[in-house]
């Protein structure tokens, strides 16, 4: 009997120190565990939070990369997914934000000829007017007409562009500048400007010969534009590795760097007043950019004011 008792008392004993025992390895136990889980599953809420941010329109959040594991993996994948998104939305901002520019730009256009027109028609119909500023009124409103009948018909050029990919044939660059120089040399000669063409040996480019013209002949008449009397514009054409470079060169007015970072986009001048003046829309450029773009070519400026400007077109063979 006394050694059941003894037995039941050790056991008593020791069920008390495993209470015990559990009692404080469970808490440590637990610790541990919500630590564990905290950092297994920290990964799974950083992503959480990122796609949060990026959601409300951070879309510059990342994630921390640590490691070369699965976790590091899918850390690195997600930032090449924010990357790519931030990219698309900063693409599509600067589409809406040229856009809108351009709808602006077109209003104001539209609305100074638009408003000299019926300025001019308001005055012949209630004055009693000279023939001779009869004739005046008559003759500025039909070159006003004439200019929005040119932005219409160059926004119809530009809208085909953005629709239709020319048809290639092999263009020799030698024709290219002789059917330019027949268009070209009467404007030059109007403002007493020498135009020269040159080239060091028969070129060819693949691309629509009409369109090119389009495009040489738009890049040497604002040469013409900026370019006093008794001045060169020079027009030439080289090999350069694969490539072919056609440049126009003019020693004009020429262009300060953050004039230049504008002058393909829409409606814009350099030269406001003098733009007009001579008829010009602000939208020669862009079609020559809308060209270049279809055959895959680059379009680029160099200048400095009071030196000139130099337009470069790179095609490219290689």
């Known amino acids: 009997m006394g050694n059941l008792d003894e037995a039941v008392s050790t056991w008593r004993h020791t069920k008390n120190i495993l209470f015990l025992a559990g009692a404080l390895v469970m808490p440590v136990m ?11 599953f920290r990964p799974l809420a950083q992503i959480s939070s990122a796609s949060a941010r990026i ?17 590091a993996s899918v850390a690195h994948n997600f930032n090449l997914m924010a990357q ?20 602006d730009n077109f209003s104001h256009e539209l609305r100074i000829p638009l408003t000299a027109i019926y300025g001019y028609a308001e005055y012949l119909q209630k004055a009693s007017v000279p023939e001779e500023d009869r004739y005046e009124c008559t003759q500025f409103i039909m070159s006003e007409c004439s200019r ?3 932005m219409a018909y160059q926004l119809l050029d530009m809208a085909l562009l953005r629709n239709s990919a020319p048809e290639e044939e092999d263009c020799d660059v030698a024709e290219l500048f002789a059917g330019s120089e027949k268009v070209m040399h009467v404007r030059a000669a109007e403002k007493g400007i020498r135009l020269s063409y040159a080239m060091p040996r028969s070129l060819l480019l693949r691309g629509n010969m009409d369109q ?3 495009l040489l002949n738009n890049l040497i008449d604002n040469a013409l534009k900026a370019s006093p009397p008794e001045s060169e514009v020079r027009v030439r054409a080289r090999p350069e590795g694969a490539d072919i470079i056609i440049e126009v060169e003019d020693h004009g007015i020429g262009m300060e ?23 010009g829309t602000g939208l020669g450029l862009s079609i020559c950019e809308g060209i270049a773009q279809l055959h895959q070519a680059e379009l680029t400026f160099s200048s400095r004011k009071g030196e000139g400007t130099t337009a470069r077109l790179r095609f490219f063979r290689g």
């Open 212 to 214: 090119l013209s389009i």
């Open 30 to 40: 637990a610790f541990f565990l919500f630590q564990f889980l905290n950092l297994l």
């Open 148 to 150: 929005l009948q040119s």
């Open 257 to 279: 760097p953050e004039q230049l970072s504008h002058i393909k986009e829409a409606f814009y001048r350099v030269d406001k007043g003098r733009s007009r003046a001579l008829g």
């Open 84 to 103: 790519q998104v931030e990219a698309q939305i900063l693409q599509l901002q600067d589409i809406a934000r040229q856009k809108q520019q351009f709808i």
């Open 55 to 71: 959601a409300e329109g951070n879309y510059k959040s990342r994630l921390p990369v640590q490691g070369k594991d699965e976790v």
